[in-house]
């Protein structure tokens, strides 16, 4: 199909003969998302009593350390250039923490990291066992790195001091139940029941778990001129128009008519249809190439850039090879239903 087509040679004529933009080779520096779940919860006091410090350890970078407060911060790190950390506090509702809330999660968004080098997590915190991420690397897409008891094994239930969980611990609380002990006493509620040891008890199964990480955004950063912001609303909508002026190696897009969707979660404020800086164009419109004369200005546009003669592609019709699509769906689920039976059943006779 001519679309597939388009997004090969677009791909390949703009990394084999369109370079990026200067702009596009500078650093903005990596961005890397941490989320903690606090399986058993407690209050921003007690967190803080835990001491729960998380280490970030850049494999040239050097490491830097940010302790867990309890309190909404955003701080700078010693890794070079302005690498920060902004550190969010929420409740198990996922709201922010208030009143006599206990915390749920965790949210650490680190940015402005060097982006060439490749970077580990850990975590350590008094009655934890201790925590070290796989290797993450910045430089492509935002690690989203999910840390909780079943997603790397960080979780309460250290009873003596040596940041594992294992048998050793289970041996103290059981033998200090029902009494004071606050050396067994894991969850500082001045007891140690059946709570603390089946705490201890789950928790030493978890040891040895490789925490989930998931890709996030795509790392364009100093590509183009704008900024998402991602909402709970999700845009759902049928759009047309016409292309106000391009700039660039697309300028012949300019003043043709589009259609298309949008589906997103992300706001970019008032953009026009496509967004352009140098050889660099990006669209929140779905099947934005399907219009008449959109693709072909497009394909034009790369074939005249290398040389190449626009009338070797042919012709395609993606409104005429749509129909002919819905019309062969039409003909096979005729073939295949009793279309007699689904009539009446329209006309509400069966």
Same mark, same amino acid.
């Given at each position: 199909?001519?679309?597939?087509?388009?997004?090969?040679?677009?791909? &390949?004529?703009? *990394?084999?003969?369109?370079? $990026?933009?200067?702009?596009? %080779?500078?650093?903005?520096?990596?961005?890397?998302?941490? $989320? &903690?779940?606090?399986?058993?919860?407690?209050?921003?006091?007690? *967190? =803080?009593?835990?001491?729960?410090?998380?280490?970030?350890?850049?494999?040239?970078?050097?490491?830097?350390?940010?302790?867990?407060?309890?309190?909404?911060?955003?701080?700078?790190?010693?890794?070079?250039?302005?690498?920060?950390?902004? &550190?969010?506090?929420?409740?198990?509702?996922?709201?922010?923490?208030?009143?006599?809330?206990?915390?749920?999660?965790?949210?650490?968004?680190?940015?402005?990291?060097?982006?060439?080098?490749?970077?580990?997590?850990?975590?350590?915190? !008094?009655?934890?066992?201790?925590?070290?991420?796989? !290797?993450?690397?910045?430089?492509?897409?935002?690690?989203?790195?999910?840390?909780?008891?079943?997603? +790397?094994?960080?979780? $309460?239930?250290?009873?003596?001091?040596?940041?594992? /969980?294992?048998?050793?611990?289970?041996?103290?609380?059981?033998?200090?139940? +029902? #009494?004071?002990?606050?050396?067994?006493?894991?969850?500082?509620?001045?007891?140690?029941?059946?709570?603390?040891?089946?705490?201890?008890?789950?928790?030493? *199964?978890?040891?040895?778990?490789?925490?989930?990480?998931?890709? +996030?955004?795509?790392?364009?950063?100093?590509?183009?001129?704008?900024? #998402?912001?991602?909402?709970?609303?999700?845009?759902?909508?049928?759009?047309?128009? #016409?292309?106000?002026?391009?700039?660039?190696?697309?300028? %012949?897009?300019?003043?043709?008519?589009?259609?298309?969707?949008? /589906?997103?979660?992300?706001?970019?404020?008032?953009?026009?249809? *496509?967004? +352009?800086?140098?050889?660099?164009? @990006?669209?929140? /419109?779905?099947?934005?190439?399907?219009?008449?004369?959109?693709?072909?200005?497009? =394909?034009? %546009?790369?074939?005249?850039?290398?040389?190449?003669?626009?009338?070797?592609? @042919?012709?395609?019709?993606?409104?005429?090879?749509?129909?002919?699509?819905?019309? =062969?769906?039409?003909?096979?689920?005729?073939?295949?239903?009793?279309?007699?039976?689904?009539?009446?059943?329209?006309?509400?006779?069966?």
């Amino acid at each position: 199909m001519r679309r597939t087509l388009l997004a090969f040679l677009t791909a &390949i004529l703009l *990394l084999a003969g369109f370079s $990026l933009p200067a702009y596009g %080779a500078e650093d903005p520096g990596g961005r890397l998302e941490v $989320l &903690i779940r606090m399986d058993y919860r407690e209050s921003p006091a007690v *967190l =803080l009593e835990r001491g729960l410090t998380l280490t970030l350890t850049g494999r040239e970078s050097g490491s830097a350390a940010v302790t867990l407060t309890g309190k909404d911060t955003k701080e700078s790190l010693d890794l070079g250039g302005g690498a920060g950390v902004d &550190i969010t506090y929420l409740n198990p509702e996922d709201a922010p923490v208030g009143g006599n809330d206990r915390v749920g999660f965790v949210m650490l968004a680190f940015s402005g990291l060097p982006s060439h080098d490749e970077y580990t997590v850990s975590l350590v915190g !008094k009655g934890f066992s201790s925590f070290t991420s796989q !290797k993450l690397a910045v430089d492509s897409f935002v690690p989203r790195l999910y840390v909780s008891s079943h997603s +790397g094994g960080f979780a $309460l239930g250290d009873i003596n001091g040596d940041r594992v /969980i294992d048998q050793a611990d289970l041996d103290q609380v059981s033998g200090a139940q +029902g #009494t004071s002990s606050a050396a067994s006493d894991l969850n500082g509620d001045g007891k140690v029941d059946i709570v603390d040891l089946a705490l201890v008890h789950h928790n030493m *199964l978890q040891a040895g778990r490789e925490a989930e990480v998931f890709e +996030g955004a795509l790392v364009v950063d100093g590509l183009l001129e704008m900024d #998402t912001v991602f909402c709970a609303e999700k845009v759902q909508a049928q759009v047309r128009g #016409t292309f106000g002026r391009v700039e660039g190696p697309l300028s %012949a897009l300019s003043g043709l008519a589009y259609e298309g969707y949008e /589906i997103h979660m992300g706001l970019g404020g008032k953009l026009p249809a *496509l967004v +352009g800086r140098g050889n660099v164009y @990006g669209t929140y /419109i779905h099947g934005v190439f399907d219009a008449d004369g959109v693709a072909d200005a497009v =394909l034009e %546009a790369l074939c005249r850039k290398k040389g190449a003669d626009p009338a070797q592609l @042919g012709a395609f019709d993606a409104a005429a090879y749509k129909e002919r699509q819905y019309d =062969l769906l039409a003909q096979s689920v005729r073939e295949n239903l009793d279309m007699e039976l689904v009539y009446r059943a329209m006309d509400k006779k069966v």
